[in-house]
């Protein structure tokens, strides 16, 4: 096999853009984040750039408790992906999926049809879901424990693979004169009989023009990244620096080992956060307009809740106190372990560290201009601690539109990136190997500091 040369690349969209301050901007889209046409415009602008994927992540609730909530989730992604379907030809459509809350007979279903519906160009992105408030929109009274919520994803996982791939396209086949529609004998229940779920199948929909939507996973903990190495093409991942992305890849290397398959590449797509200029004043300029606005009760609300601790009475000002170890925090890992390496990095008071987490939360960050952006780019990609990023413009469209028009033609320049798309599927795009198929795919790289 030749090596993988080309970076692949998504962009989550989320509200006005990832900095929590975008919808203060002047010229923000604020007034039109209740209109699909807002983003299928932003789909465009990412397909005009030949992305990979539009990707949504998803919080099934709103609680509104102070005037500057962002109602971010508006559209169920699932439906905003499908009005999406329809002006775009190529880019991928990825759809986050709580396993915590979702039936995987509707879920696969919906995936199915909306795979169907755009030749080939969905994927999923499993979690298990982060707070209570969703929980209680769900019958329960709170979340249940990482270790459950996990149990209940793997079984999860399980069931939508044999319904994703529950019957043939090909078992499909009309013949008037014959009075034949389908191959019947063929189309066989599923009848899996579990913990959390029971469900007889299959599908009303036959599997997809991809062979199977692409599967993605979030989560860091080690439940997380075990779940991913079991049945994800590709994780969408948080590393503020280097180092963390050399952890998380040598753990997800680890994990892959103790599955006792033939060894497969699990594609790793970090979180970015790119702020843009032609010059590196520019840039700067274009965090600090942003930082100046942002809205602090919110900050420290969502800081707070993070880290599992009321920082509201913390000094603006000075130093943030040291937090306790990793080991004795219930909450969810991935974050928290970020905010850490943070605060032993930079050692920031308050208002910094809102500043560094107040656009994605700790996920790496580049400020600068094109050619120094993509130098940080191209050495994690070819240290293969990346294969990819998932992309969160600190604004929309502006953050996307910079990116598109600086970074990617120099990513071009330097042979990383395609010039057009060469697939019609995002399995294709992601230059992932077939279901069923346990081809290693290339790997760059050797994980190691240089
Ligand atoms: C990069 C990243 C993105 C995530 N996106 C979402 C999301 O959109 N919706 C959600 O409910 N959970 C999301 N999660 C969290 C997952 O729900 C995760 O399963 C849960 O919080 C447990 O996380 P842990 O494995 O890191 O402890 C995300 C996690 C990470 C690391």
Same mark, same amino acid.
């Given at each position: 096999m030749t090596p993988a040369k080309l970076l692949n690349l998504g962009v989550l969209i989320y509200g006005c853009g990832h900095h929590q301050a975008a919808w203060m901007m002047p010229e923000s889209s604020i007034e039109l984040i209740g209109n699909v046409t807002y983003y299928q415009e932003l789909a465009r602008i990412a397909e005009s750039g030949f992305l990979d994927a539009v990707f949504f992540a998803d919080n099934q609730s709103f609680p509104a408790t102070t005037s500057t909530e962002i109602p971010a989730f508006w559209f169920d992604p699932m439906i905003n992906l499908t009005a999406i379907s329809q002006v775009t030809n190529r880019i991928g459509l990825v759809s986050t999926i709580s396993s915590t809350f979702s039936n995987p007979f509707t879920a696969s279903r919906q995936l199915l049809s909306l795979d169907h519906i755009s030749k080939g160009r969905v994927g999923w992105n499993l979690v298990t879901s982060m707070s209570d408030w969703e929980a209680e929109n769900h019958g329960m009274d709170h979340l249940p424990s990482r270790e459950r919520r996990y149990q209940k994803a793997d079984e999860f996982a399980e069931v939508m693979d044999k319904l994703l791939l529950s019957w043939n396209r090909g078992d499909f086949s009309p013949n008037r004169s014959a009075n034949h529609l389908i191959n019947e004998?063929?189309?066989?229940? *599923?009848? #899996?009989?579990?913990?959390?779920? =029971?469900?007889?199948?299959?599908?009303?929909?036959?599997? %997809?023009?991809?062979?199977?939507?692409?599967? &993605?996973?979030?989560?860091?903990?080690?439940?997380?990244? +075990?779940?991913?190495? =079991?049945?994800?093409?590709?994780?969408?991942?948080? %590393?503020?620096?280097?180092?963390?992305? &050399? +952890?998380? !890849?040598?753990?997800?290397?680890?994990?892959?080992?103790?599955?006792? =398959?033939?060894?497969? #590449?699990?594609?790793?797509?970090?979180?970015?956060?790119?702020?843009?200029?032609?010059?590196?004043?520019?840039?700067?300029?274009?965090?600090?307009?942003? $930082?100046?606005?942002?809205?602090?009760?919110?900050?420290?609300?969502?800081?707070?809740?993070?880290?599992?601790?009321?920082?509201?009475?913390?000094?603006? $000002?000075?130093?943030?106190? %040291?937090?306790?170890? *990793?080991?004795?925090?219930?909450?969810?890992?991935?974050?928290?372990?970020? *905010?850490?390496?943070?605060?032993? $990095? @930079?050692?920031?008071?308050?208002?910094?560290?809102?500043?560094?987490?107040?656009?994605?939360?700790? #996920?790496?960050?580049?400020?600068?201009?094109?050619?120094?952006?993509?130098?940080? &780019?191209?050495?994690?990609?070819?240290?293969?601690?990346? $294969?990819?990023?998932?992309? &969160?413009?600190?604004?929309?469209?502006?953050?996307?539109?910079?990116?598109?028009?600086?970074?990617?033609?120099?990513?071009? @320049?330097?042979?990383?990136? !395609?010039?057009?798309?060469?697939?019609?599927?995002?399995?294709? #795009?992601?230059?992932?190997?077939?279901?069923?198929?346990?081809?290693? %795919?290339?790997?760059?790289?050797?994980?190691? +500091? +240089?």
């Open positions: 004998q063929n189309i066989e229940p *599923i009848d #899996h009989v579990g913990t959390y779920f =029971k469900v007889k199948g299959p599908s009303t929909t036959p599997s %997809s023009p991809q062979g199977k939507p692409v599967a &993605m996973q979030a989560g860091a903990s080690d439940q997380g990244i +075990e779940l991913a190495a =079991k049945y994800a093409d590709a994780v969408y991942s948080v %590393s503020w620096n280097l180092k963390q992305a &050399m +952890e998380y !890849r040598n753990r997800l290397e680890q994990h892959l080992v103790k599955q006792n =398959k033939p060894i497969r #590449h699990v594609k790793i797509f970090p979180g970015l956060v790119t702020y843009i200029g032609r010059t590196k004043e520019e840039a700067y300029s274009k965090k600090l307009e942003l $930082d100046k606005r942002l809205p602090l009760e919110n900050a420290i609300k969502q800081l707070s809740y993070f880290i599992g601790e009321d920082c509201s009475k913390w000094e603006l $000002d000075e130093r943030v106190p %040291s937090l306790p170890p *990793i080991d004795s925090f219930t909450g969810p890992v991935g974050r928290y372990k970020t *905010i850490l390496e943070i605060v032993h $990095d @930079k050692e920031p008071t308050l208002r910094e560290l809102l500043g560094y987490i107040s656009a994605g939360g700790g #996920h790496l960050t580049l400020i600068g201009t094109p050619e120094e952006i993509v130098d940080e &780019m191209e050495r994690w990609f070819n240290l293969g601690v990346a $294969d990819g990023f998932n992309l &969160m413009p600190p604004t929309l469209p502006s953050g996307l539109k910079d990116f598109v028009e600086l970074i990617i033609p120099e990513l071009q @320049k330097r042979g990383i990136f !395609r010039k057009g798309y060469e697939g019609a599927t995002l399995r294709e #795009h992601l230059d992932l190997v077939p279901p069923g198929s346990r081809d290693r %795919s290339p790997q760059r790289g050797n994980y190691e +500091e +240089e």
